[in-house]
T-cell receptor
């Protein structure tokens, strides 16, 4: 059981470039989440998916898109990266009816 | 909007000392509160989860308490060890339906000195 996996671990982009952050979970969880973590701030929710085929905005969705490809995978796309998107991105998942969220190891993204 | 605050931001203690980390939240209508541990460059590991109807939870040397009415939680670590050195995050889940997402504090960075 790998839990929640994220790729890549590190990425450096130039302003205006695009990229997709990948997340997968093997726990058969319905709900998946993308958070960002910035210095001096708590983790903030970007987007979430309550089930396969549904996605909804969180607290800070601007500049991002998501895709719930199937039950296992939830990707986060930056169409035109900006320096303000330099952050550590965490994916999490949760079983419906359960309380606990399980987190991946994170992707550290730098936008120059 | 729920605001979660953790004090202190950083704490250094000698090995063997008992310590308390604090977490406060502005909206007492929470569903549960969770304490996480985050090691440098790593993801979050859940330590304890307290439901809104509970007063405390214990796991080994860790004890978390919740006073929902006053918007406070504490994480007590007994007989601290160097391996406890990490950042500890507090997060609350709101009681509303919908995202069921967590609102996080900024964390307390703990260093246990051998």
């Amino acid at each position: 059981n790998a839990g929640v996996t994220q790729t890549p671990k590190f990425q450096v982009l130039k302003t205006g470039q695009s990229m997709t952050l990948q997340c997968a979970q093997d726990m058969n969880h319905n709900s998946m989440y993308w958070y960002r973590q910035d210095p001096g701030m708590g983790l903030r929710l970007i987007y979430y998916s309550a089930s396969e085929g549904t996605t909804d905005k969180g607290e800070v969705p601007n500049g991002y898109n998501v895709s719930r490809l199937n039950k296992r995978e939830f990707s986060l796309r930056l169409e035109s990266a900006a320096p303000s998107q330099t952050s550590v991105y965490f994916c999490a998942s949760r079983r419906t009816g359960a309380n606990e969220q399980f987190f991946g190891p994170g992707t550290r993204l730098t936008v120059l | 909007k729920q605001e979660v605050t953790q004090i202190p931001a950083a704490l250094s203690v000698p090995e063997g000392e008992n310590l308390v980390l604090n977490c406060s939240f502005t909206d007492s209508a929470i569903y549960n509160l969770q304490w996480f541990r985050q090691d440098p460059g790593k993801g979050l590991t859940s330590l304890l989860l307290i439901q809104s109807s509970q007063r405390e939870q214990t796991s080994g040397r860790l004890n978390a308490s919740l006073d929902k009415s006053s918007g406070r939680s504490t994480l007590y670590i007994a007989a601290s060890q160097p391996g406890d050195s990490a950042t500890y995050l507090c997060a609350v889940r709101g009681s509303q339906t919908g995202a069921n997402n967590l609102f996080f504090g900024t964390g307390t960075r703990l260093t246990v000195i051998p």
